[in-house]
């Protein structure tokens, strides 16, 4: 089986590519999904292909339903979500994202410095496992596939 990983969250680090690598390295089973990370892309989608508008409202409102197509379908395919939650943003998309795969019964991974534990203490109550380190989740991803811790 190849395991269907939805990796949700901030978009100004490389955690993505780094935490794909290091699952590669393992050598475990796993295909990649993630909403669309290039951020003008994400914002003016909408109003470049349907579009432009000159109230911000509808640019916002069309560029994300686009999304949500996406974001939804991919959501509702994995096998286990990781969301990460930066410390340079807020990630409302991450949050919303968090709570769709928990109405989805989706197993949940959230990462986020200990500094959020209080803000996020309903998507921590969602989750399957929450850690401080986005290094960790390879291990996690092992452990969850394989049953091994090592």
Same mark, same amino acid.
């Given at each position: 089986?190849?395991?269907?990983?939805?990796?949700?969250?901030?978009?100004?680090?490389?955690?993505?590519?780094? +935490?794909?690598?290091?699952?590669?390295?393992?050598?475990?089973?796993?295909?990649?999904?993630?909403? /669309?990370?290039?951020?003008?892309?994400?914002?003016?989608?909408?109003?470049?292909?349907?579009?432009?508008?000159?109230?911000?409202?509808?640019?916002?409102?069309?560029?994300?339903?686009?999304?949500?197509?996406?974001?939804?379908? %991919?959501?509702? !395919?994995?096998?286990? /979500?990781?969301?990460?939650?930066?410390?340079?943003?807020?990630?409302?998309?991450?949050?919303?994202?968090?709570?769709?795969?928990?109405? %989805?019964?989706?197993?949940?991974? /959230?990462?986020?410095?200990?500094?959020? !534990?209080?803000? +996020?203490?309903?998507?921590?109550?969602?989750?399957?496992?929450?850690?401080?380190?986005?290094?960790? /989740?390879?291990?996690?991803?092992?452990?969850?596939?394989?049953?091994?811790?090592?």
């Amino acid at each position: 089986m190849t395991w269907k990983v939805y990796l949700s969250g901030e978009i100004h680090t490389p955690w993505r590519e780094e +935490l794909e690598n290091a699952v590669k390295a393992l050598g475990l089973p796993v295909t990649f999904y993630a909403p /669309v990370t290039d951020h003008a892309a994400s914002d003016d989608c909408g109003a470049k292909i349907l579009g432009a508008e000159m109230n911000p409202f509808w640019h916002d409102r069309k560029g994300a339903g686009l999304n949500s197509i996406r974001t939804q379908t %991919l959501l509702a !395919q994995a096998d286990i /979500v990781v969301v990460k939650f930066g410390d340079k943003y807020r990630q409302w998309n991450a949050a919303f994202e968090a709570g769709i795969a928990s109405c %989805l019964g989706k197993p949940l991974i /959230v990462i986020h410095p200990d500094e959020f !534990q209080h803000a +996020l203490k309903e998507v921590d109550s969602a989750a399957h496992a929450v850690t401080d380190d986005c290094s960790k /989740v390879p291990r996690l991803l092992r452990y969850i596939i394989e049953g091994t811790l090592e």
